[in-house]
Nanobody, 124 residues
Framework: QVQLVESGGGLVQTGGSLRLSCAASGRTFSNYAMGWFRQAPGKEREFVGAITWSGGIKSHADSVKGRFTISRDSAKNTMYLQMNSLKPEDTAVYYC?????????????????WGQGTQVTVSS
């Protein structure tokens, strides 16, 4: 059974930084792609970024390019999301997800496993 556990969320002021972590366990993830998504109250879930587990190929949503960086440490089975220059509109619950097909899609439906989410709140 695959388990994904996010951590690192919290309250930060506009312009601040946070680093989210997603620890994966339960199997070998060498062929998996991992993704970050977020969902604000009353809004649909939104793609943030994705990374292939072995190749390190990354993608980021336009709304976070230049501010957020996705990375992973394969030895630790952990993915990260470094968030800089945070804005109030970044406030959301952030989820990590795993895709056993390794696609790294922007679509949440392409992911098989999800974490429980971590709250990020950016105050103005």
């Amino acid at each position: 059974q695959v388990q994904l556990v996010e951590s690192g969320g919290g309250l930060v002021q506009t312009g601040g930084s946070l680093r989210l972590s997603c620890a994966a366990s339960g199997r070998t993830f060498s062929n998996y792609a991992m993704g970050w998504f977020r969902q604000a109250p009353g809004k649909e879930r939104e793609f943030v970024g994705a990374i292939t587990w072995s190749g390190g190929i990354k993608s980021h949503a336009d709304s976070v390019k230049g501010r957020f960086t996705i990375s992973r440490d394969s030895a630790k089975n952990t993915m990260y999301l470094q968030m800089n220059s945070l804005k109030p509109e970044d406030t959301a619950v952030y989820y990590c997800a795993a895709d056993h097909m390794g696609r790294g899609s922007t679509l949440g439906s392409m992911y098989d496993y999800w974490g429980q989410g971590t709250q990020v709140t950016v105050s103005s």
